[in-house]
C-alpha cells in the first residue's frame, strides 16, 4: 500500500511564508512523478507544482516565482516553500504521486495516489 502524509499548513497572514512536507509511504520502488495541487471553496483542484522522476519541475503561473518546490535526495519527500503568500493562496493542497510503481513482488502500479489534503488560510 502507499500513502502520501502531507504536513505544514496552518493559519498565515499576507506576505508570510509557510512550508508544506509530503512524504511517500511504502514500499515503493519508482515515482515518475510528485506535486501539489490546491482547491478551494466552490473552484477546481488547480496544480501548484509538480516535479517529475527527472527533477522537471513546472509550476503554475499563479504561483511563479513565489513557491518553490524541492524534493530530497531519496525521491520520497517533496516540500513546498511559499513564500509572499497572498489571500488567494487560501485552499486545501493536496499531495500527488504518479505512477508509483512498488518494490513488491509482483510489482503494483498506482496510476494516481493523492493525500488527504493540508489547509492553508491566509488573511489579509
Known amino acids: 500500500q502507499v500513502r502520501l502524509r502531507e504536513s505544514g499548513g496552518g493559519l498565515a497572514q499576507t506576505g508570510d511564508s509557510l512550508r508544506l512536507s509530503c512524504v511517500a509511504d511504502g514500499n515503493i520502488a519508482r515515482i515518475a512523478a510528485m506535486g501539489w495541487y490546491r482547491q478551494s471553496p466552490g473552484s477546481l483542484r488547480e496544480r501548484v507544482a509538480r516535479?517529475?522522476?527527472?527533477?522537471?519541475?513546472v509550476y503554475g503561473d499563479s504561483v511563479k516565482g513565489r513557491f518553490t518546490l524541492t524534493r530530497a535526495d531519496h525521491k520520497r519527500t517533496i516540500y513546498l516553500q511559499m513564500n509572499n503568500l497572498e489571500p488567494d493562496d487560501t485552499a486545501v493542497y493536496y499531495c500527488?504521486?504518479?505512477?508509483?510503481?512498488?518494490?513488491?513482488?509482483?510489482?503494483?502500479?498506482?496510476?494516481?495516489?493523492w493525500g488527504q489534503g493540508t489547509l492553508v488560510t491566509v488573511s489579509s
Open positions: 516535479i517529475t522522476d527527472g527533477g522537471l519541475v
Open positions: 500527488n504521486a504518479e505512477q508509483v510503481v512498488t518494490a513488491t513482488m509482483p510489482r503494483d502500479t498506482y496510476p494516481e495516489v
